[in-house]
């Protein structure tokens, strides 16, 4: 067999997948109409997460849980935007790794709102001007963003759907010769995360190295200096065409970030693998045992907590906290809605969600 013959079985392959799709998106067409009818909601984490386990149970072909999770989360993202366009807002700038985490989510054909701050993306959700919102809520060397701790507590959202990607630097330049770079863009963050690289490959060189506000900001001005780099992502480096010289820098291979997709008035069904998110406002918070108390109750109910975060409330004179927790189980399990009831004065439901593992 010819390499024409295996590119024509190809092309044949091809073509009955284009049917097989635009077969699949009437049908998707037809749950539209059904959920407008009754004002469902379009995005629905769970239904995914059932069919991404399907299709990861009975595959026994060469593709792998990962290269099918990121085909079918672009059917996902194509299927939603025939259904119901809907816009999403994302804590900026382009090419950022949030703006990366929204599009592994919502894909590249949704609409966006590139927003400047955390607040303003709570902001978007809460009026609807955007229907999600996406937003870091920690990454797995540098802790947790209380900014986004503090603005759940304050604002009336809820989280949809949690994810995490990885989170790998590269090194993009114009230059194809390292020693002949002398300054190299990025975030103070970026800097710190790639220490072990920096040393090692231009040790002989010691290249300027430039702090800006965002690894996007970076690609775009290496992008207009061919003597300089930028440590980024690889979607800004795309963003701005600039050619990468070495992918996943970071001296952590295991750097993660955690995100939450944020929505106004939303209710997943449950999946048999969800996690909820609470605030634990409890009265008394100096008195001894008050938390303690609290936090027994979860245990004698069999219920994990898998974070706790203690938060200061603001403009108390005296040293009071409030509590951002996280827990195993979906919010009308019985035992956890035991818990719920007992302190039904203290506690503020966030959101319940497929776990993201």
């Not at 284009?18 to 037809?30: D, I, P, Q, S």
């Not at 099918?68 to 700038?93: D, H």
């Not at 990607?165 to 970026?190: C, G, M, Q, W």
Request: charged share 30%; with cysteine.
């Amino acid at each position: 067999m010819t390499l024409e013959d295996v590119r024509k079985e190809i092309d044949k392959i091809d073509d009955q997948l284009l049917t097989l799709l635009n077969e699949r998106m009437g049908w998707v067409h037809k749950v539209g109409e059904i959920k407008r009818t009754t004002k469902t909601l379009i995005y629905r984490p769970e239904r995914e997460k059932q069919i991404l386990d399907r299709m990861n149970a009975q595959n026994n072909g060469l593709l792998n849980k990962q290269a099918i999770e990121a085909i079918f989360l672009e059917i996902f993202a194509a299927a939603r935007n025939i259904e119901l366009p809907e816009k999403i807002a994302y804590l900026g700038p382009e090419g950022s790794f949030t703006h990366q985490a929204a599009e592994s989510r919502f894909g590249a054909m949704s609409e966006y709102m590139t927003l400047p701050t955390i607040k303003s993306v709570f902001e978007a959700v809460d009026t609807g001007r955007a229907k999600f919102g996406v937003i870091p809520i920690e990454n797995n060397q540098e802790g947790i963003v209380y900014e986004t701790v503090d603005l759940l507590n304050e604002m009336n959202v809820n989280i949809a759907a949690e994810l995490k990607i990885p989170v790998h630097f590269a090194l993009a330049t114009e230059s194809e010769n390292p020693s002949k770079i002398k300054r190299i863009y990025s975030k103070d963050i970026a800097f710190r995360q790639c220490r072990g690289f920096l040393n090692k490959y231009f040790e002989q060189t010691h290249p300027e190295e430039i702090q800006v506000e965002s690894t996007s900001k970076a690609a775009k001005l290496a992008s207009e200096d061919p003597e300089a780099a930028a440590i980024c992502s690889e979607i800004a480096a795309k963003l701005f065409s600039l050619p990468i010289l070495y992918h996943n820098i970071e001296d952590n291979s295991q750097n993660r970030t955690r995100f939450f997709i944020l929505a106004k008035d939303f209710v997943n069904q449950p999946s048999q693998n969800d996690k909820t998110t609470i605030i634990a406002r409890l009265p008394d918070t100096d008195k001894p045992g008050i938390l303690a108390n609290f936090l027994q109750d979860f245990k004698k109910a069999g219920i994990n907590l898998t974070k706790i975060e203690s938060r200061p409330y603001k403009g108390s004179e005296d040293f009071n906290f409030w509590f951002f927790i996280e827990l195993e189980g979906y919010y009308l399990d019985d035992k956890v809605q035991k818990v719920f009831k007992k302190h039904k004065n203290s506690i503020k439901w966030l959101g319940s969600y497929v776990k993201n593992t």
